[in-house]
C-alpha cells in the first residue's frame, strides 16, 4: 500500500525558513517523480515543485520565485521541500503526491502558518 | 492551463443528479483531467482519472466525460456523504493546474 506522510510543518514567523519532509512507503521511491501541492484554507490547490525519481531535474511553480527547493534522498525514501523567505501568503497545507500511473496518491498534509 | 469549475456552489437533495463543469483554456494533452473529492479536514481524494476511469474503489455513481476543453464530473443519485468539495487537475501540461472547485451541499 502506497504510503506518504508529511512532516516539519508548524508556526514560523515571516522571512523565516522551514523544511518539511515526505516519508513514503510501498513503492519504489527513486523510480517516481515526486510533487509538492499546497492549499491555502479555504481556497483551491496549487502545485508548488516537482522532482525527478533520480532528482537531477526540478521544477518549480513560477509564483515562487527561487524561494523553494526541493530534494530527495533515495535511500531514505523521502522527499523535501526547504522553504525560505516565507511570507503569510505561504500560509497553507502543504501535500506530497505521486503519480504512479495511472493513480494519484496524497499524504494527509501538514499545515505551515506563516505568522508574527 | 486555466480550468475553470462551474457552479461554484450546488445545493441539492438526496438522490438528484449532480453535474459538476470543468473548463480549461486549452486542450487538456491527451485527456490527462482528474477529479478529487474533499471533505473538510481532509487530504484530496481521487475519483476520475483520464478524464473517465474511476480510481480504485470509487462507487459507480460517479462518472467522468470530456475531452479537449470540456469535462464533466456526474454523481447520480448524490447521496448525504458527497457533501464536499470537488477539485478537477489537469497533469497533461507543466504546470500541473486545479480549478478552484465546486462545492456540493445536500440539503
Known amino acids: 500500500e502506497v504510503q506518504l506522510v508529511e512532516s516539519g510543518g508548524g508556526l514560523v514567523q515571516p522571512g523565516g525558513s522551514l523544511r518539511l519532509s515526505c516519508s513514503a512507503s510501498?513503492?519504489?521511491?527513486?523510480?517516481?517523480?515526486m510533487y509538492w501541492v499546497r492549499q491555502v484554507p479555504g481556497k483551491g490547490l496549487e502545485f508548488v515543485s516537482g522532482i525527478t525519481g533520480s532528482g537531477s531535474y526540478t521544477f518549480y511553480a513560477d509564483s515562487l520565485k527561487g524561494r523553494f527547493t526541493i530534494s530527495r534522498d533515495n535511500s531514505k525514501s523521502t522527499l523535501y521541500l526547504q522553504m525560505s523567505s516565507l511570507g503569510p501568503e505561504d500560509t497553507a497545507v502543504y501535500y506530497c503526491?505521486?503519480?504512479?500511473?495511472?493513480?494519484?496518491?496524497w499524504g494527509q498534509g501538514t499545515l505551515v502558518t506563516v505568522s508574527s | 492551463i486555466v480550468l475553470t469549475q462551474s457552479p461554484g456552489t450546488l445545493s441539492l437533495s438526496p438522490g438528484e443528479r449532480a453535474t459538476l463543469s470543468c473548463r480549461a483554456s486549452q486542450s487538456v494533452t491527451d485527456s490527462y483531467l482528474a477529479w478529487y473529492q474533499q471533505r473538510p479536514g481532509q487530504a484530496p481524494r481521487l475519483l476520475i482519472y483520464g478524464a473517465s476511469s474511476r480510481a480504485t474503489g470509487i462507487p459507480d455513481r460517479f462518472s467522468g466525460s470530456g475531452s479537449g476543453t470540456d469535462f464533466t464530473l456526474t454523481i447520480t443519485r448524490v447521496e448525504p456523504e458527497d457533501s464536499a468539495v470537488y477539485h478537477c487537475h489537469q497533469y497533461g501540461s507543466s504546470p500541473w493546474t486545479f480549478g478552484q472547485g465546486t462545492k456540493v451541499e445536500i440539503k
Open positions: 503526491v505521486n503519480l504512479i500511473m495511472p493513480a494519484f496518491y
Open positions: 510501498g513503492f519504489t521511491f527513486g523510480s517516481y517523480t
